[in-house]
């Protein structure tokens, strides 16, 4: 089972970027699905996380009102929209998925999950 993440980058602070993860491995909107990221030298940590439904969502309180979760059922693919970055924002963004209608912020929640995208936030 894959998921594969896109649209990391390097941005200026002030930019936005939309990561995306995309699977045709199963059935998507089955799925709960989050964004989780590491930056260097610290642990991984949930940024942000969406029902099967897509009709809950949640985020970390470090990116409430910039990052927007969402899915797209028709072309399996989850996004983060990911606006007014920081410098703290830097790191490596993983997606994830767990065979559940919902699941939070906690690593062991998810089953399955993507290689990474590196997002750099750097004048």
């Known amino acids: 089972l894959q998921l594969v993440e896109s649209g990391g980058g390097l941005v200026q602070p002030g930019g936005s970027l939309r990561l995306s993860c995309t699977t045709s491995d199963f059935p998507f909107n089955y799925y709960a699905w989050a964004w989780f990221r590491q930056a260097p030298g610290k642990g991984r940590e949930g940024v942000s996380w969406?029902?099967?439904?897509?009709?809950?969502?949640d985020y970390a309180d470090s990116v409430k009102g910039r990052f927007t979760i969402s899915k797209d059922d028709a072309e399996n693919t989850v996004y983060l929209q990911m606006n007014n970055l920081t410098p703290e924002d830097t790191a490596v963004y993983y997606c994830?998925?767990?065979?559940?209608?919902?699941?939070?912020?906690?690593?062991?929640?998810?089953?399955?999950w993507g290689q990474g995208t590196q997002v750099t936030v750097s004048p």
């Open positions: 994830a998925a767990a065979y559940s209608d919902s699941a939070g912020g906690r690593l062991d929640e998810y089953e399955y």
């Open positions: 969406i029902t099967s439904t897509g009709e809950g969502a």
